[in-house]
């Protein structure tokens, strides 16, 4: 069946076969299936998972089975639950210093009691929809801490692969570390050195046998590789240990300090809510890369992720298992492997749980100094280089390298706080200082403000400006990224004074590009639209008065309403000639020389309230724009003396090269009204006869035997929007007809787009074939979905 995305859900209370007349009928429900996608990316993750998860547990200090209880709680529970269907949950190396920490004050059960009081505190943040907020962090605190993380856990796990026991504190483990050198273990040094070597070969071995072998994750081959060595070579050296599951510790009432338990709670919650949120908008990025993906996978829902952590905590923990949060490597993972829904993550899960029952006696081969190897390698990941450079290019080095080193010998929630309050302290001083400075040019003078102008420069800014004599030519010149309140009325006060003494004012921003003059608000606070909404402030009527009453030139008789006038057109190309054309002058100046080179033939409706720049956010000379009543296509040979729309193709298609045609309808579409509305008989007006190239789009919309297009998340509104979708599709079947156009797509160099856009909600949606399904689906930011040609 043919769909248009979000779908409001059919009336359960009507008969199945009474429809209200204008709605079309509804929806079948879907039948519950697995995608193949599906299994084969719960695979790929599954054999991430397994190694990582015991990997983690060994480095927390954790029995083992705790890590396969938090993969198999966070795979079925938070993928079921959250709000980030492709996201991976379990185990994270994120929490192994939180949690060896914990497990070193209170011990094991009382920390599983923690992780459940965690969940607990994640369910009341989801609750009251506080999500969000996390993403308010500085990401340079964020980044540091898991650089900290990641330097305690590398430190730490250096001495198992060397064949020795770490210590509880990164400070230890640096002193302790040059005697582990010399007592090194042989055999778990060489399985360490084998594990490293084919964790980062395995990703680099070239050619097509390369790419084939890449399909099997290179953690999975490591300890595999390092595992079949061990068993085959008959070495001595500890391995992994699954006590019987009947012998597995549940959680325990926690003892202790209240405050201190309190804090190792805030201090879970927090790691666990970060890294999940921020890896939710992570797989949002991925996701976006990914166009087919759009019609089945929605934005996450971060506020419903945070619910469903929660509830991953509280089941871990009451099991016995680790902290759960989002991770970063599986969930990247489950999307490149080309998962399609949340029922991956939820097989990867299931797949934890058969390996946990079924596979214990091939998993006690592994020795644990391949693990360590694995996640030492994970902890020096999170150290990442681009993260570096990326808060050097920001100037908030500073920042990252305290909320690091505050982590690795502090701890994670006093160091999280230590990069808080440096974060604080940056802002407040870069607001804070703020040069501002005047000289004279050739008889121009140039106030230059450079920083944050916040009430604190005004002082400054007012001296400066007062250095400038009436009448004079003048340039101020912003370099920053923010003007509060009363900067801006200090300055813009000015400006009115000087330009009224007969000086001239000219602001501009850090390049010299000039800006826009604040407006004066005691007339006017249009912006440079408003006067096509109906809008006139100058026509505006003290209200009461006999002149508010009476219709004025610029109004309708029926309505007293203002309407535009050529008054109104010929401020409106003032106003760009004063404000538009000195910024798009250079540009219109070189397609002038050069000639138009648009990209894209965009054919849409008539109707004013479509302005094709502001929804495709183009440009001068990006699209070759083609409009008539009802965005129509006559079939060739039908074109009833109008040969400008097939003329326009031809154009377009052989002679501007154009690479793709977009057919673009909208909602309240008055030909389509008209459409409907006809009736045979009649005189045949331009319009009636313009309209009958739109009712092959009619009788589409009538016939049982077609699909019929659907909006993503809802159903069309009524039988005209349903008739707006259809028309759209039918007028791509017209554009094949065309020579210029089949003969471009045969060649490989056109794309057809289908495109409708909803004026009331501001909303755009892109034609997608999905499943065979005719998909309307809504666009977010850096979204392409296709109608294939």
Sequence with gaps: MSACVPTRAADSTRPAHVHPPHSPPPIPPRRFRIAGADLSASIAVFLIALPLSLGIALATGAPLQAGLVAAAVGGIVAGRLGGS?????????????????????????????????????????????????????????????????????????????????????????????????????????????????????????????????RKVPAALVAVAGATATASLAGLTLPR?????????????????????IAAAVLTVTLVCSVQSLLGAVAVDKLVSGRPELQAHVGRSRLDRELLGQGAANLVSGALGGLPVAGVAVRSSANVQAGAVSRNSTMLHGVFVVVAALLMVPILELIPLASLAALVMAVGIQMVSLHHIRTVTRHREVLVYAVTTLGV?????????????????????????????????????????????????AVPRLSRALHLVPRGADTVVELDGSFMDHAAYESL????????????TVELTGRAGQRIAEPTNSTHCRCRPWTPWRNHQCEASAVPGSAASNAPSAGQDEGTGEARPSGHQLARGISAFQRNTAPLVRDELARLAREGQRPSQLFLTCADSRLVTSMITSS???????????????????EESGDDSVAAAIEYAVDVLKVRSITVCGHSGCGAMQALLASEPGGALTPLKRWLRHGQPSLDRMAAKDRPRARLAGRAP?????????????????????????????????????????????????????????????????????????
């Excluded at 039988?719 to 089949?742: D, F, G, K, P």
């Design 240 to 260: 992994v240990d699954l006590p019987s599951w009947s012998s597995h510790a549940l959680a325990g009432l926690p003892e202790g300090p209240v405050l201190g």
């Design 85 to 213: 269907p492709l996201q991976v949950s379990g185990p994270a190396a994120g929490l192994t210093v939180v949690t060896a920490e914990l497990i070193h004050h209170y011990g094991w059960r009382a920390t599983c009691a923690i992780t459940v009081l965690a969940g607990i505190t994640q369910l009341g943040l989801g609750c009251l929809r506080v999500a969000r907020t996390a993403l308010a962090v500085s990401p340079a605190i964020v980044h540091g801490m898991l650089a900290g993380i990641g330097v305690t856990i590398a430190v730490a796990q250096l001495h198992i692969v060397l064949g020795g026991i770490p210590q509880s504190s990164v400070l230890d483990n640096l002193v302790a570390l040059p005697d582990q050198v010399a007592r090194m273990h042989p055999a778990a040094v060489s399985m360490s050195a084998m594990t490293l070597a084919l964790l980062f070969a395995w990703p680099r071995i070239p050619g097509r046998t390369g790419r084939m072998l």
């Design 408 to 456: 690795v010998f502090l701890g994670v929630l006093e160091g999280v706080a230590l990069g808080v309050s440096v974060a604080v302290g940056v802002a407040l001083h870069r607001l804070g200082r703020t040069r501002i400075t005047h000289d004279e040019k050739e008889g121009v003078h140039h106030v230059h403000v450079r920083g944050q102008l916040t009430f604190l």
């Design 619 to 637: 440009g001068p000379g990006d699209l070759f724009v083609v409009r008539n009543v009802g965005n129509l296509v006559p079939m060739p040979g």
């Design 717 to 789: 509104a009524d039988t005209v929007e349903q008739l707006c979708l259809t028309n759209v599709m039918q007028q791509l079947e017209h554009l094949r007809a065309h020579e210029s156009v089949a003969r471009a797509l045969r060649e490989g160099v056109l794309e057809l787009h289908g495109m409708y856009f909803h004026v009331g909600e501001a909303q755009a949606y892109l034609l997608a074939d999905v499943d065979g399904a005719e998909l309307f689906d809504h666009v977010g930011a850096a979204e392409d979905l296709r109608h294939p040609a």
């Design 492 to 503: 813009h006060d000015w400006q009115s004074t000087h330009t009224a003494q007969g000086g």
